[in-house]
């Protein structure tokens, strides 16, 4: 867009009185430029977000220091938007995660019957956790949320895996397998 010149201007002159006009302009409304921004946002949404997922890939092909940069950016928008609201964003997704998979394992325990949401954990019922997420990669990274989401992923199996309260979890994982539940239970059907 041509900015047009006062006599005696020069044109960069003209460009920067133009910008500094909207910007006092954006400033004095500020609610109506908020409200203008999103709507354009929202009606160019999907152009937009291949537009800058083209130009992205472009900027990282061309420039190495556009790529060392990512992380920088990354560190500023944590920043900008604050690590309090990152955790609650986080929080909520891994909540919604771990409910998908409590109504996947039938909402309780699969030894005690408990059906507190919040002490259930996932079990490998052959005792090969560790082994299983080493085939699944960095085992130190294979753990809380990116192993709901391979559970998820991989349709909740069932033959592997069972939901267990955390006692009962700890008492197989700590007890060969077997929890005094079971014990318990195998004495009262044989008494
Ligand atoms: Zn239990
Ligand atoms: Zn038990």
Redesign the pocket.
């Known amino acids: 867009m041509a900015t047009r010149c006062r006599p005696g201007e020069t044109e960069e002159e003209a460009r920067r009185r133009h910008a500094a006009r909207q910007k006092l302009w954006r400033e004095n409304n500020r609610e109506k430029y908020l409200q203008g921004r999103r709507a354009w946002t929202e009606k160019n949404r999907e152009h937009l977000s291949e537009y800058e997922r083209l130009r992205s890939a472009k900027r990282r092909a061309e420039s190495p220091e556009y790529r060392q940069n990512a992380n920088v950016r990354a560190e500023r928008w944590r920043e900008k938007v604050g690590d309090e609201y990152l955790r609650q964003q986080n929080n909520e997704r891994n909540q919604e995660l771990k409910l998908e998979m409590f109504e996947a394992y039938g909402r309780k325990?699969a030894?005690?019957g408990d059906t507190h949401f919040r002490f259930m954990t996932i079990h490998h019922v052959n005792g090969d956790g560790a082994v299983h997420r080493k085939t699944l990669g960095n085992p130190r990274q294979f753990t809380g949320r990116r192993f709901y989401k391979w559970l998820k992923d991989s349709g909740f199996p069932k033959d592997n895996f069972e939901m267990?309260c955390a006692?009962?979890h700890l008492?197989k994982e700590s007890g060969d397998g077997i929890?005094?539940?079971?014990i318990e239970r195998a004495q009262a059907a044989s008494g």
Do not use: S, Y
Request: glycine share 0%; with cysteine; proline share 9%.
């Open positions: 325990c030894c005690c267990l006692n009962c008492a929890c005094p539940h079971q």
